[in-house]
């Protein structure tokens, strides 16, 4: 089982970049996918999650309305589009699949697998 992560890099604030996370075959039926990320020094936090059964997906109140997640099921890859990026965005961001269960929950502990991350640095 393995997820795979790219696009990320350097960006001006209110630039944009997408993240792509390509999921192995094994893990792509998943009922949730989610992003996540880490900044040095604080705890991994929700970005977003999207349920794959009905494609509702969830955000952090702090990237409502810039961030978009979803996905391609021909491709097998989970998307992350950020747009009007801050420098309070920057991070490591991760994708992870929970197989199974009730809801697509903005928590980390809830997800069991993960990608290496791609950075994310955002200059103001």
């Known amino acids: 089982a393995q997820l795979a992560e790219s696009g990320g890099g350097s960006a001006q604030a209110g630039g944009s970049l997408r993240l792509s996370c390509l999921v192995s075959a094994e893990i792509y039926s998943s009922h949730c996918m989610g992003w996540f990320r880490q900044a040095p020094g604080k705890e991994r936090e929700a970005v977003a999650t999207i349920d794959s059964y009905d494609g509702r997906a969830a955000y952090a109140d702090s990237v409502k309305g810039r961030f978009t997640i979803s996905q391609d099921n021909a491709e097998k890859t989970l998307y992350l589009q950020m747009n009007n990026l801050e420098p309070e965005d920057t991070a490591m961001y991760y994708c992870?699949?929970?197989?199974?269960?009730?809801?697509?929950?903005?928590?980390?502990?809830?997800?069991?697998?993960w990608g290496q991350g791609t950075q994310v640095t955002v200059s103001s």
């Open positions: 992870a699949a929970r197989p199974s269960g009730d809801y697509c929950l903005l928590a980390a502990s809830a997800y069991t697998y």
